[in-house]
């Protein structure tokens, strides 16, 4: 099989914690706008961390059309309601997706972690044996997938890609791959994640976590914010959103992963760059043709320096301006890369370099010539961008957008 | 739309099991013959079982397997994988040098990763002193990705490492991820397969669920496959175990069961097209809902309507217990250990998925010749 077809970005779907749906998102993206509060999907009065970034204001029940929400996870309602946004956003007939081979395939960290931790409370409570039978049956992490496919009436692949924080980029990647080898007409590609107890105190525990702000790059940053939600993109191939007239935001031009093989959760430089090597041999890119990297950002001291230095080891002297949307919306942990891919979409679109919102002194160790766009977005031309996922088990995954010629 | 294909094979070269029968295809073959010997009961829970049979791996020897360093926050799950992946190198012959490992990859179903990790830290949470005093040597086990980077971190596997969901039928979407990676060239080998814990959290799960049949074994168990393109090992005059030919899967969550019944055998029509393999050619089936209400008729009948005829099964479920996330794979391991007995001619499986999410799957899978 080598006849392989060109791929495009045309619907974009948001649930987070600065703003539901693209334009809301994208709003709050450009101004810079944190979206860190105290915590209220559990108690967190005993935690010496109490905020995080949860998306208060989410009402599946607004934004579906299906599904009924209380069968389904918190991750689970944040990727069908991104998915039908981003459905609604590409202008597409619902109809055209669901008579034709469409899939969903949704990257996550933790699961439906809410679905579990409400189970842990009553395994705690009155014994294991008195659970609610309903929850079984909504904890594995398949159904994430399966409540985009079932909002949408998809009869597709339905697969959840549950590997940590760049499983988002692994599942647009994967997406990608199908449509472009024609497994699949249309692919709904993103992730979902929800806020929950053992993840705040989990990475609280590793010492990961900030206690008020994630500041990305800058010289007093002390780890992430927990944060949530949900962000699917729509990917058609070209000759189908040329025929339609559809809006094209970007395209697909590849990605590349590898994994560290070294060490559970330190990221490793040498790994990252060779696969962002990978990924511009993939996009046939040369890496001073990249005009904005998305970084994975995540605000602690390793990940941030480790970045730099990789993306030292591929760019040089010319790092191209790189922030880290993660100073706005938290570390959305499944969710993130496809909220990054959101935001290096409408880069090339809009023409505009997303911010590190929060950086107040950039650290001197990452050396001279830096750009983090701090504060708010600048408008640029962006031709190419670059969208970094990296994951605990030393799963890296890179993937290029670009705009359509 | 979709472009009309016809799958280019995997083959399989080596393959690692771990299941309820033992370590290996021999122990299954004897298992899918017989019987298991005596079931294994799980080490005993302060939170109790389930009142229905338990199949655990009997002795699973990870200290002598996989040496005992490195291993002491390493769950259950991990170890079944590594345990499976060690077996299906050895069983590769030759040793994969580094450059062969750079470009090896790691592909794993599982619908749930370890909830034994995930629940432990969860309890801690609501029982320790403070709500954040979690283990932090178990925190990354969390994560459904763990066992798949042990697996590249002890064997320096540097290529895509991954690890798919999709309720019964994920081991055959990691399948399809399989072929359609080394298609892309995002890896020159993977090692493929499921793997599924037993413990009182994933028992009760079922038990409470209602999914299964009243006397319905849980097994648990892993196995791996070590793939690559057909084409490459017989170029290179190499030989295999088996060949993965189409394998396509469906979402059928929407509609009634018969619905469901009508997705799959839509699937076993297009994978056996896509093969080029027609319905008189299939020497065996290995389905995979045997052990759950309702689906275990729907899946016979999907199959039946589609190879027109009785085809001899092969049985998994009933054996060894249900596995879940493992299913897929232990029933293509399956087909393997009953084929270690010669034939004529190089025979034709075709392996089954089923679940109540609503996705179903097909798998061709020919003897090598």
């Known amino acids: 099989m080598s006849e392989t077809r060109r791929v495009v970005i045309t619907g974009l779907g948001a649930v987070s914690c600065i703003g539901i749906g693209v334009e809301a998102f994208i709003e709050g993206i450009r101004e810079g706008r944190t979206g860190f509060s105290p915590i209220e999907s559990f108690d967190a009065s005993e935690f010496p961390a109490v905020i995080a970034a949860e998306v208060h204001d989410f009402d599946p029940a607004a934004i579906v059309e299906r599904l009924a929400p209380e069968h389904w996870g918190r991750s689970g309602q944040f990727a069908a309601a991104a998915a039908r946004l981003a459905v609604r956003d590409a202008g597409i007939d619902p109809e055209l997706l669901s008579t034709h081979r469409t899939g969903s395939i949704m990257g996550t960290t933790a699961g439906e972690a809410q679905v579990l931790q409400a189970t842990v409370e009553q395994w705690v409570a009155n014994g294991l044996k008195n659970v609610d039978p309903r929850l079984p049956g909504m904890t594995p992490v398949s159904q994430i997938a399966n409540a985009v496919s079932y909002e949408l009436r998809l009869s597709g692949d339905s697969q959840t890609i549950p590997t940590a924080c760049s499983a988002s980029n692994m599942a647009l990647g994967y997406a990608f791959d199908l449509v472009r080898a024609g497994r699949a007409d249309f692919m709904l590609a993103g992730g979902a994640d929800a806020v929950n107890r053992a993840c705040h105190a989990g990475f609280y525990r590793l010492g990961a976590l900030a206690e008020k702000v994630c500041r990305p790059f800058d010289a007093n940053r002390s780890g992430i914010i927990t944060g949530e939600g949900g962000a699917v993109l729509l990917l058609e191939p070209l000759d189908h959103a040329v025929a339609r007239g559809a809006r094209i935001y970007a395209e697909v031009l590849g990605y590349g992963v590898n994994c560290d093989a070294k060490h559970m959760v330190n990221p490793d430089a040498d790994s990252i760059a060779e696969c962002i090597r990978i990924a511009h041999r993939y996009a046939g890119v040369r890496a001073e043709e990249i005009d904005y990297i998305c970084a994975h950002g995540t605000g602690t001291p390793t990940n941030d320096v480790t970045e730099v230095k990789a993306a030292r080891e591929v760019f040089g002297e010319q790092v191209p301006p790189i922030s880290s949307i993660k100073s706005m919306i938290g570390h959305t942990m499944g969710a993130a890369s496809a909220f990054g891919a959101i935001a290096c979409s409408k880069a090339i679109e809009e023409g505009f370099l997303p911010p590190t919102a929060t950086v107040e002194k950039l650290d001197p160790a990452f050396g001279e010539g830096l750009d983090v766009v701090p504060g708010a977005a600048r408008p640029a031309t962006v031709e190419l961008a670059q969208n970094q996922g990296l994951a605990f088990g030393g799963n890296n995954v890179v993937t290029i957008f670009g705009k359509v010629r | ?369």
């Open chain 2, 1 to 369: 739309m979709s472009l009309v294909l016809t799958e280019t094979p995997l083959a399989i070269t080596s393959c690692g099991v771990v299941s309820p029968a033992g370590l290996g295809l021999e122990a299954l073959e004897r298992a899918l013959r017989h019987g298991l010997e005596t079931p294994a009961e799980p080490k005993e829970s302060p939170d109790g079982y389930p009142p229905r049979p338990l199949w655990a791996i009997p002795d699973l020897g990870v200290a002598e397997l996989l040496g005992r360093k490195g291993l002491r926050h390493v769950d259950r799950l991990t170890k079944l994988g590594l345990v499976a992946c060690k077996l299906a190198l050895e069983g590769a012959g030759e040793e994969l040098d580094a450059d062969a490992r750079a470009h090896t990859g790691v592909v794993l179903a599982t619908n749930t990763g370890s909830l034994t990790s995930m629940v432990e830290v969860g309890i801690d949470t609501l029982v320790q002193k403070k709500p954040y005093l979690v283990n932090p040597g178990n925190f990354p086990n969390v994560v459904t990705n763990a066992c798949t980077g042990q697996i590249a971190i002890r064997n320096s596997l540097r290529a895509v490492n991954s690890v798919v969901s999709s309720g019964q039928a994920a081991s055959l979407a990691a399948i399809r991820f399989a072929r359609t990676a080394i298609e892309q060239g995002r890896a020159s080998r993977l090692l493929v397969g499921g793997v599924e814990e037993l413990s009182p959290a994933a028992a009760w799960g079922w038990h409470l669920s209602g999914a299964l049949t009243e006397d319905a074994p849980i097994g648990e168990g892993c196995a791996l496959f070590l793939v690559e393109d057909a084409e490459a090992v017989r170029s290179s005059g190499r030989t295999a175990l088996a060949e993965l030919l189409a394998c396509e899967v469906a979402y059928q969550g929407l509609g009634t069961a018969r619905e469901q019944g009508e997705g799959l055998r839509h699937c076993v029509e297009r994978a056996l097209e896509r093969s080029g393999v027609s319905p008189g050619e299939v020497d065996a089936v290995c389905l995979s809902a045997t052990n759950h209400w309702v689906r275990d008729q729907l899946e016979e009948w999907a199959v039946g309507e589609e190879l027109g005829r009785p085809v001899p099964q092969v049985q998994v479920g009933e054996v060894l217990g249900e596995l879940y996330s493992a299913s897929g794979a232990m029933q293509v391991a399956a087909l393997l250990a009953r084929w270690r007995e010669p034939a004529r001619q190089p025979r034709i499986g075709l392996v089954t998925s089923m679940g109540e999410d609503g996705n179903v799957g097909c798998l061709v899978v020919r003897e090598w010749r």
